[in-house]
């Protein structure tokens, strides 16, 4: 057997279920419950048409009877069932909470992906070419530190508010968030690549690719860039996480989702108003919910940081 | 031979790291003994485990690596099976440490002084007064120009080798029994490495404190050692009077590590080569574990168990030590 | 024999000055490191030159200047007859630039860890359009690896094997010439061996001239046709090999000399040299050594001592003969 496995080459599959890192996650329970945890809700999510029991966004199939249903229990007038009960409207939590998540999760991911690709790019620069290209980016993101994400991305919020005709404005109003949660993000990208490069540049087999005449462009694609992705993942991870909980945030003020579609932050708002007279469903389901997203994203996160930092093995 | 207890007395030390892909022995099975007075050289390449032969007689192993069996004693008592609080205070009483970069080993926000004295009040009876002329004194035996107007001054406003020697004071300040430098020179420039082996020389000779003097440079130890270890893959190779073993080495690896060498004498012909590289701790081979790279390896030596100091002349870890009579009998 | 590099009076200052608002708020002046000073000397073809010298004697800044990392302040590097600084023909540096390979000092340091042996081998071919087939396999077997270690990664290979492959990749794009800055100080002593014998043979095979950068006496000593001694970034002594070795003529050179450690020097009981390398920001007036020379008179303080040729060795001492 063993003979055997020295003689081929293990396949690419063996080496992925080999490696160190997989070998850090099979050990790490708590990494394996969020990972599924994850994965299930965002299975949920991608799949919210096939596996939701009603579209709450088609007028067409709500029954106002159905209003104020509790879960796990028959409606008293129409004899619906609805896992975890419905809203005032009587739309169903279970559904809105799928379509709800695909909302958070898409303006999530791209979110973080803009202010990945802001970040990197604008470290790279900022750490390989230094001088006044560095002093000026990061600069800029020193000031943009001094104030809180939420404020910057209520902003740009704003601003975009009152730019778009009224028409557009809920269809605008996705693309506004992930923009306004993307540009509060950038910075700590951008910093933790620039401090990467940084101890890169000066690696030799950097020298050796400018020895070659490499331009600065292919030596920063090529040979930094690979070098300085992992804290980048770890940091994605993370970022994941608090855009998640940023745009509940902003939806929550009112300034984010529309309520004609809404995420789980616009969920939560209009749960809250029911939480006193007795209907706790409709704010609890949605706010555990993204708790588990939030909290599972993040100890994910944690024991990616832990699992790729060489120091901590 | 001196029926004298040697200062430090390592017996069948062996130090194991588990990993996912098995248990690793960085040191396996090394016994060697130091007495006062007495420089004993540990040489041996990367990985071969010397630096933690050291860490391990201190007590400053990093986790996962301990030690699984085996003594290590301080004259005469048994310090490996000391924990926590006793082991700190043995440690700071009974032994020195001198490690390679003389900038980290200092904390940078203390005066000399003050980590001076504090050391020297940490392990001595004595009052503020009498630490500091003893921390003055301290620097003024290891060299130190105006050691009292000195003594206040930062770390960073020394240079490099007037670092290395604060390093050594505050190893000697607590009159240790036994200093361990760990590539004490290998950070400085060849100028200060000089002055800085005279200097522990000196001080071994005048204190009779017994060193061991970790090192990759032959020529280092050549120059400062009596006794030589030599370590391959975690166990010791050989070990005997410096001069001996490199002139007449008895272990192949030895003889192979001295011929490499380039030497002002040799001119300018190839180097003898050992080929291959060390292997790695994970993957050692069967039997002797130098039998891959070995020009005079014969079956013996890749059967199991290999060679130990104490199975074959007690000078070389060998079946087949080259300059001895048995050997030219072997190949006559 | 013609000289394939001619170096004239090289110098280069480095600006290690604390950020301007420190400056102005503490009242500093510039602080001015002049790392490399008025150096010059040729390289014959087909031989190695090799430079010595303690930590800021400015031997790595002066490879770097050759290969073109760092720029000169002043002087002139001129390379199979091409001035570098003054040539206005982008296609003739371009040539010579391509005929300069560099070996670095950390073998674990100049691969990068992402990339197969294979694409770090061609890089320097691929990166000007060049045809890479079967490249990297002849050179891995060129410098004794075996051709199937072009589809590993650096970290499957030991400290030796990762120079070997450095090697390679220097010799990718046909060099003739080859900057080697302390290519062995990181490797063992076994390891060093396969290290030096191979850069032997490869300078033999393919007739590679060698500005071989190194602290270590014995290294230089084994590789070197000429050496410059250098101290404070001046060029204090400069002889072939032999000549230096017997008869070294400036005091420095003796004091290193005396001071390396020796392998057949048991017990040896010497005076260890005086003092430590002096701050480069503010050297010592007159000749750089004269607070630890042990035979320094009143004129070397004042005076900077010029180079003199003394039979084959030139030197820069008022009191060498």
């Known amino acids: 057997m063993a003979d055997i496995q020295q003689e081929i080459r293990p396949s690419r599959l063996r080496r992925a279920w080999d490696s160190d890192l997989a070998w850090s996650f099979r050990h790490a329970p708590v990494a394996v419950v969020s990972a599924f945890v994850v994965l299930v809700l965002v299975i949920g999510a991608v799949l919210a048409p096939l596996i939701a029991p009603h579209n709450p966004f088609d007028p067409a199939t709500l029954n106002l009877m159905n209003g104020f249903t509790p879960p796990n229990q028959a409606n008293q007038f129409t004899g619906d069932y609805f896992i975890l009960g419905t809203d005032d409207q009587g739309r169903d939590v279970f559904s809105t909470i799928l379509y709800g998540m695909r909302i958070s999760l898409f303006v999530g991911f791209a979110a973080v992906l803009l202010a990945m690709v802001l970040g990197v790019a604008l470290g790279l620069l900022a750490g390989y070419l230094g001088g006044w290209t560095e002093t000026i980016i990061m600069r800029v993101a020193d000031v943009q530190l001094t104030f809180p994400a939420i404020l910057v991305a209520m902003l740009i919020f704003g601003i975009a508010k009152g730019i778009t005709p009224p028409e557009y404005r809920d269809q605008m109003a996705i693309w506004v968030l992930i923009l306004a949660i993307g540009l509060s993000d950038w910075v700590q990208f951008a910093r933790v690549v620039r401090g990467a490069t940084l101890v890169e540049k000066n690696r030799e087999y950097v020298q050796a690719a400018r020895l070659i005449g490499r331009s600065p462009f292919a030596i920063m694609l090529r040979h930094i860039l690979p070098n300085v992705l992992n804290p980048v993942l770890v940091i994605a991870t993370i970022s994941l996480a608090l855009a998640i909980i940023a745009e509940a945030t902003l939806s929550f003020l009112g300034v984010g989702a529309p309520p004609t579609k809404p995420s789980l932050g616009t969920l939560i708002r209009i749960g809250q108003e029911f939480m006193f007279s007795g209907e706790w469903w409709i704010l609890f389901f949605p706010a555990a919910t993204l708790l588990a997203l939030a909290l599972s994203i993040n100890l994910l996160g944690d024991w990616l940081r832990d699992a790729l930092n060489p120091r901590l093995r | ?332 | 024999m013609s000289a394939i590099i001619k170096i004239e009076s090289l110098t280069r200052v480095f600006d290690v000055s604390k950020p301007w608002l420190n400056r102005v708020i503490e009242r500093l002046p510039k602080a001015l490191l002049t790392a490399v000073s008025e150096v010059s000397f040729e390289i014959e073809e087909n031989s190695v030159y090799a430079l010595v010298g303690e930590s800021g004697s400015g031997k790595s800044t002066i490879g770097k200047i050759v290969v073109g990392l760092v720029p000169p302040s002043k002087g002139k590097v001129e390379v199979e007859g091409v001035d570098l600084a003054t040539e206005t023909d982008a296609s003739k540096i371009e040539a010579v630039r391509a005929d300069i390979q560099m070996i670095f000092q950390d073998p674990y340091a100049s691969l990068n860890p992402r990339w197969r042996v294979r694409e770090i081998i061609n890089e320097p071919v691929a990166a000007k359009g060049g045809d890479t087939t079967g490249l990297a396999e002849r050179l891995l077997e060129q410098v004794g690896l075996s051709a199937k270690d072009a589809a590993k990664y650096p970290h499957e290979f030991s400290g030796g094997q990762r120079q070997r492959i450095c090697i390679a990749r220097a010799l990718a794009s046909g060099p003739k010439i080859i900057v080697c800055d302390e290519p062995t100080s990181a490797l063992d002593v076994s390891v060093q061996a396969q290290v030096l014998n191979l850069m032997s043979d490869l300078r033999k095979d393919l007739g590679l001239t060698y500005l071989f950068i190194s602290h270590d006496l014995t290294v230089v000593h084994h590789m070197a046709d000429k050496i410059g001694v250098l101290y404070l970034g001046r060029l204090v002594e400069e002889a072939p090999r032999d000549r230096l070795f017997d008869a070294p003529k400036h005091p420095y050179t003796q004091m290193l000399f005396d001071a390396a450690p020796r392998m057949d020097a048991f017990g040896r009981e010497v005076e260890p040299p005086k003092g430590e390398i002096p701050d480069a920001i503010n050297p010592p007036t007159g000749c750089a050594f004269h607070p630890r020379c042990p035979i320094a008179v009143e004129r070397c303080s004042k005076e900077r001592p010029e180079m003199r040729r003394i039979g084959e060795t030139r030197v820069a001492c008022h009191l060498a003969e």
């Open chain 2, 1 to 332: 031979m001196t029926e004298k207890t040697p200062v430090l007395s390592v017996r069948n030390l062996v130090v194991e790291i588990p990993t996912r892909h098995g248990i690793l022995r960085p040191v396996d099975n090394v016994s060697y003994d130091i007495h006062a007075g007495e420089i004993l050289g540990v040489v041996g390449e990367s990985g071969a485990g010397k630096s933690m032969t050291g860490n391990a007689v201190v007590g400053l192993l990093d986790r996962p690596a301990r030690i699984t069996s085996g003594e290590i004693l301080l004259s005469g008592q048994h310090i490996h099976t000391l924990k926590g609080e006793a082991l700190r205070r043995l440690r700071g009483k009974m032994m020195g440490m001198i490690f390679q970069d003389p900038l980290t080993s200092l904390n940078p926000l203390l005066t000399v002084g003050d980590q001076l004295t504090e050391t020297i009040q940490e392990h001595l009876k004595v009052g503020q007064t009498e630490a500091r002329n003893r921390a003055i004194a301290a620097l003024e035996e290891v060299g130190i120009p105006a050691a009292r107007s000195r003594i206040d001054s930062y770390p960073h406003e020394f240079s490099g080798g007037m670092r290395q020697r604060v390093v050594i004071a505050l190893a000697l300040c607590a009159e240790p029994d036994l200093v361990i430098a760990d590539e004490p020179t290998t950070a400085l420039d060849v100028s200060v490495q000089a002055q800085i082996v005279a200097l522990l020389k000196r001080l071994c000779r005048e204190k009779g404190v017994a060193v061991m003097l970790v090192t990759h440079d032959m020529g280092v130890i050549a120059e400062a050692a009596d006794r030589v270890a030599v370590m391959y893959a975690g166990r010791l190779a050989e070990l005997g009077p410096v001069r001996e073993v490199l002139t007449a080495a008895h272990h192949p690896y030895t003889a192979g590590l001295m011929a490499s060498t380039p030497l002002a004498s040799q001119g300018k012909e190839r180097l003898r080569q050992i080929p291959g590289a060390m292997p790695r701790l994970g993957n050692l081979p069967d039997g002797c574990a130098f039998h891959p790279r070995c020009d005079y390896a014969q079956d013996r030596c890749r059967a199991n168990p290999g060679p130990t100091l104490d199975t074959c002349d007690g000078r070389a870890a060998c079946w087949f030590p080259l300059n001895t009579k048995q050997k030219d009998e072997v190949s006559a």
